[in-house]
């Protein structure tokens, strides 16, 4: 582990294209995470130091643990079931046929444990993205479209506000949830990251309910309240591409942030060594534990 401040360390040099999607297993003490472009699922054991990797054939945008001890992964052609062991797949549903324009980006469980999961345009900058929901039968819905890259996700404390953020746009949108129906009403804009500030990826909420945001070419995760969309500190990291972070350790206190090396040029690389890295932030605030996907298949 290195030291970068006083509470922030390197946990793991991963040098990975796209480190993204952490997941800490408060039951494991374990971080889950993905390199969307190398094709790997990654177990992080803080503990020992060491980092299961798993090799896959397809790109991967999103991981989340299932209760039936199978994970549930977005692939760049569907969701599937994998099984932790054999890497055996079980394919689910492909909402999105455009797959050779879109892929899956970042995805989150709710507190009823529904999944869900964004697609965004390769290009990056045309809106044939949108967000969908697969719940705990394994039906799915599509709840926003004309997005150009579906990212980062939260929800308050209270389940009555579910965030969201369209990358391109630069702005955190919140709409009124409804825990019970999954229905998402209300859409405004709540955050908008000013352009000399990157651009913002993946989010997590803490349990004074503020969002900590990763920024992408910002070298940053800030955080904000999102009552009054004023931003209260910002963490600042040595490399610039900084894709998403989650609360994890036993207390929940430390803000795991994970980042991306894909963009740079080879002096910028030689400028920031550990872009692509897994970092540790001592956060001084707990976050709550991470949503694990229920299942209840059909009868």
């Known amino acids: 582990m290195k030291k970068i401040t006083e509470k922030l360390e390197l946990v793991l040099d991963a040098k990975a294209q796209i480190a993204e999607g952490p997941f800490w297993d408060q039951s494991q003490q374990k971080l889950y995470w993905v390199d969307i472009l190398d094709k790997t699922i990654n177990i992080f054991n803080p503990a020992s130091s060491e980092n299961k990797i798993m090799q896959l054939e397809k790109m991967i945008g999103a991981l989340i643990p299932a209760e039936n001890e199978k994970l549930l992964a977005a692939l760049e052609d569907g969701l599937y079931l994998i099984d932790p062991e054999t890497l055996e797949q079980e394919f689910l549903v492909n909402p999105d046929p455009n797959t050779d324009q879109t892929r899956f980006n970042d995805g989150k469980c709710d507190r009823r444990g529904r999944f869900w999961v964004g697609t965004m345009d390769l290009k990056e900058n045309r809106p044939l993205g949108a967000l969908y929901c697969l719940d705990q039968k394994l039906d799915l819905t599509e709840k926003l479209n004309e997005l150009k890259i579906s990212n980062g996700l939260a929800w308050s404390l209270d389940n009555q506000t579910m965030y969201h953020i369209d990358s391109p746009t630069r702005k955190v949108f919140a709409f009124d949830y409804d825990l019970e129906t ?69 207390n929940l206190d430390q803000l795991y942030i994970t980042t991306a090396s894909v963009g740079l040029s080879e002096e910028e690389k030689n400028e920031q060594p550990l872009a692509g890295g897994i970092f540790r932030y001592q956060a001084g605030v707990r976050g709550s534990a991470a949503q694990k996907f229920k299942i209840n298949r059909k009868s």
């Open 182 to 250: 999954a229905q998402i009403t209300n859409k405004r804009v709540i955050i908008e990251i000013p352009e000399t500030e990157g651009v913002p990826d993946g989010m997590t909420i803490d349990a004074q309910g503020k969002l900590w945001i990763a920024h992408f070419g910002g070298a940053q995760v800030s955080r904000w309240n999102p009552e009054t969309g004023e931003k209260i500190e910002k963490v600042e990291l040595p490399v610039s591409n900084v894709t998403s972070c989650a609360f994890g350790g036993e």
